[in-house]
């Protein structure tokens, strides 16, 4: 299935193949700030004088603005290699479709058509466009923060050590319920489309024959229907973001429970505790991403199966 549907992305790999560098500069110049800024927070306890201050800033400049150069250029290239992709992809399920036979063409309803070149195709679409750049963005910022903050406190770096994995085996749960529910929901819509098609085709008789109550019956059921699928597939996908809040507050807690500690023992300066704040966040916000790339690549797993059975 994934082969079939790579060979719609064709004239834009460069740009594919290109978003995955451009956004691991972008991670590895954002892992670099948080040292920066534990450096000057020590330096600023132990007295230092306005230079130091200003070239602390510098630095911290050039590497947002870099950052910010490489994640636009990130964003372009993603953004050019989703839309190529999709319009690549419908134009070969038409043509696919054009090659029918009558036998394969009484396979599919003309609604269900339709919904897999549009429907479907859009949010192919927008996992890529939206789930290529926190896919690979995710996993280096994860290893990253994880390996920054392990050697600059070993012994406070185990509070990621304890929440992540329940962290995970939360998000591991809640995408194993929505998953089969999107297969639902693109059938709903299916339905939807079919009745649509059904009322405007057939508007003239619907009005001869003075069947307009009926016809709405009929489109307000397979709506409610949409409704109900609807809302309890998101009833279970909106609860990645309180399972990743509680875990990201409760890290904090923690951090700033042991840290302060530790720093009133002289364990630890107040600069690497503020840089392990930084990694919290950033390790965190990178773990909520990648939630939200599984559910983007949950959904877009079950239209690519609808397009895959049209391309076959």
């Not at 489109?219 to 990645?240: K, Q």
Request: net charge positive; glycine share 6%.
């Amino acid at each position: 299935m994934v082969k079939t549907l790579a060979r719609s992305i064709r004239e834009f790999k460069k740009p594919a193949i290109l978003t995955p560098f451009l956004v691991t500069v972008e991670v590895i110049l954002e892992c670099i700030i948080p040292l920066i800024i534990a450096n000057l927070v020590n330096q600023m306890q132990a007295g230092c004088s306005m230079d130091v201050i200003v070239n602390y800033g510098i630095q911290l400049l050039v590497l947002a603005v870099l950052s910010l150069i490489f994640g636009v250029a990130a964003g372009n290239t993603c953004a050019t290699a989703s839309t190529g992709f999709a319009r690549n992809l419908r134009r070969d399920m038409f043509y696919c479709i054009q090659d029918y036979s009558f036998e394969n063409i009484d396979k599919f309803s003309v609604s269900s058509l339709v919904t897999r070149m549009t429907t479907d195709v859009t949010v192919l679409q927008n996992a890529i466009n939206g789930g290529l750049r926190p896919l690979v963005r995710s996993p280096v910022m994860l290893v990253m923060g994880l390996g920054l903050s392990f050697w600059m406190n070993a012994r406070l770096s185990l509070v990621f050590f304890v929440c992540i994995p329940i962290l995970a085996v939360a998000l591991f749960f809640i995408m194993r319920k929505v998953a089969p529910m999107y297969a639902r929901l693109q059938a709903a819509v299916d339905h939807v489309n079919g009745v649509v098609r059904e009322g405007l085709v057939a508007i003239r008789a619907v009005k001869a024959f003075v069947r307009g109550e009926y016809e709405a019956e009929k489109f307000s059921r397979v709506n409610g229907e949409l409704m109900d699928t609807s809302r309890r597939t998101f009833r279970y996908a909106v609860l990645n973001l309180p399972a990743f809040q509680l875990v990201m507050y409760t890290s904090t807690v923690l951090l700033l429970w042991f840290g302060g500690n530790m720093i009133l023992r002289g364990q630890l300066q107040v600069g690497e505790l503020t840089g392990f704040l930084s990694y919290v966040m950033q390790v965190m916000n990178s773990l909520m991403m990648l939630s939200n790339v599984f559910l983007l690549l949950t959904r877009s797993l079950a239209s690519a199966r609808r397009i895959r059975e049209v391309e076959a």
